[in-house]
Protein backbone atom coordinates (compact mmCIF):
# COMPACT_ATOMS: atom_id res chain seq x y z
CA UNK A 1 0.00 0.00 0.00
CA UNK A 2 1.19 3.64 -0.39
CA UNK A 3 2.90 5.05 2.32
CA UNK A 4 4.41 8.62 2.72
CA UNK A 5 6.21 9.32 5.75
CA UNK A 6 7.35 13.08 6.23
CA UNK A 7 10.59 14.29 8.69
CA UNK A 8 12.97 17.05 8.98
CA UNK A 9 10.88 19.49 11.00
CA UNK A 10 11.43 21.66 13.54
CA UNK A 11 11.94 24.79 15.47
CA UNK A 12 13.77 27.37 13.32
CA UNK A 13 14.93 30.92 13.80
CA UNK A 14 13.88 33.33 11.00
CA UNK A 15 16.12 33.18 8.00
CA UNK A 16 17.40 29.90 9.07
CA UNK A 17 16.90 26.51 7.19
CA UNK A 18 15.46 23.42 7.08
CA UNK A 19 15.04 20.28 4.41
CA UNK A 20 12.20 18.46 5.14
CA UNK A 21 11.81 14.94 3.44
CA UNK A 22 9.25 12.48 2.51
CA UNK A 23 9.62 8.79 2.13
CA UNK A 24 7.62 6.75 -0.03
CA UNK A 25 6.69 3.01 -0.54
CA UNK A 26 3.94 1.03 -2.10
CA UNK A 27 4.10 3.00 -5.87
CA UNK A 28 6.24 3.80 -9.00
CA UNK A 29 7.59 6.96 -7.48
CA UNK A 30 9.36 8.11 -10.43
CA UNK A 31 6.08 7.98 -12.53
CA UNK A 32 4.19 10.34 -10.47
CA UNK A 33 4.47 14.26 -9.91
CA UNK A 34 4.57 15.03 -6.32
CA UNK A 35 2.93 17.78 -4.37
CA UNK A 36 3.97 19.32 -1.05
CA UNK A 37 1.07 21.52 0.91
CA UNK A 38 1.21 22.96 4.27
CA UNK A 39 -1.39 23.56 6.97
CA UNK A 40 -0.85 26.88 9.32
CA UNK A 41 -2.74 27.04 12.55
CA UNK A 42 -6.23 27.70 12.13
CA UNK A 43 -6.25 27.85 8.67
CA UNK A 44 -6.94 25.65 5.58
CA UNK A 45 -4.60 23.74 3.36
CA UNK A 46 -2.08 25.78 1.03
CA UNK A 47 -0.60 24.30 -1.78
CA UNK A 48 3.61 24.84 -1.93
CA UNK A 49 5.21 23.42 -4.24
CA UNK A 50 4.87 20.79 -7.18
CA UNK A 51 7.74 18.50 -8.87
CA UNK A 52 7.59 16.71 -11.99
CA UNK A 53 8.69 13.00 -12.70
CA UNK A 54 12.08 13.18 -13.57
CA UNK A 55 12.71 16.45 -11.09
CA UNK A 56 13.47 18.58 -13.90
CA UNK A 57 9.90 20.98 -13.59
CA UNK A 58 9.13 22.95 -10.38
CA UNK A 59 6.49 24.88 -9.08
CA UNK A 60 5.67 26.99 -6.26
CA UNK A 61 3.58 29.31 -4.86
CA UNK A 62 4.17 33.17 -4.99
CA UNK A 63 4.66 32.55 -1.10
CA UNK A 64 7.78 30.37 -0.97
CA UNK A 65 9.07 31.26 -4.62
CA UNK A 66 12.64 31.82 -4.66
CA UNK A 67 13.05 30.71 -1.09
CA UNK A 68 12.21 27.25 -1.26
CA UNK A 69 13.15 24.22 -3.55
CA UNK A 70 11.41 20.94 -4.25
CA UNK A 71 13.49 17.78 -5.03
CA UNK A 72 13.31 13.86 -5.88
CA UNK A 73 15.86 11.39 -5.97
CA UNK A 74 13.75 8.88 -7.86
CA UNK A 75 16.62 5.71 -6.71
CA UNK A 76 15.82 6.24 -2.94
CA UNK A 77 11.78 6.95 -4.08
CA UNK A 78 12.45 10.53 -1.56
CA UNK A 79 10.75 13.86 -1.87
CA UNK A 80 12.32 16.75 -0.53
CA UNK A 81 11.99 20.19 -0.20
CA UNK A 82 14.38 22.85 1.32
CA UNK A 83 13.57 25.94 3.19
CA UNK A 84 15.33 29.13 3.13
CA UNK A 85 15.08 32.35 4.82
CA UNK A 86 12.39 31.12 6.88
CA UNK A 87 9.63 33.70 7.64
CA UNK A 88 7.38 33.28 10.80
CA UNK A 89 4.18 33.03 8.00
CA UNK A 90 5.71 29.60 7.38
CA UNK A 91 4.64 28.16 10.37
CA UNK A 92 3.01 25.39 9.13
CA UNK A 93 2.82 21.59 9.05
CA UNK A 94 4.02 19.93 6.05
CA UNK A 95 2.94 17.26 4.13
CA UNK A 96 3.67 15.15 0.84
CA UNK A 97 1.07 14.52 -1.21
CA UNK A 98 0.35 11.85 -4.14
CA UNK A 99 -2.55 11.80 -6.36
CA UNK A 100 -3.07 8.46 -7.93
CA UNK A 101 -5.98 7.73 -9.95
CA UNK A 102 -8.15 9.77 -8.50
CA UNK A 103 -6.60 9.31 -4.48
CA UNK A 104 -5.07 11.79 -2.67
CA UNK A 105 -2.46 10.42 -0.26
CA UNK A 106 -1.26 11.67 2.64
CA UNK A 107 1.43 11.40 5.31
CA UNK A 108 1.79 12.14 8.93
CA UNK A 109 3.43 16.18 8.15
CA UNK A 110 6.01 17.52 9.77
CA UNK A 111 5.64 20.62 11.75
CA UNK A 112 7.78 23.50 10.96
CA UNK A 113 7.80 26.54 13.58
CA UNK A 114 9.48 29.71 12.92
CA UNK A 115 9.94 31.88 15.80
CA UNK A 116 12.64 33.88 17.41
Known amino acids: QVQLEESGGGLVQPGGSLRVSCVTSGFTFNSYYMVWVRQAPGKGLEWVSS????????YYADSVKGRFTASRDNAKSTLYLQMNNLKPGDTAVHYC?????????WGQGTQVTVSS
Open 51 to 58: INTNGLST
Open 97 to 105: NLQKYGTDY
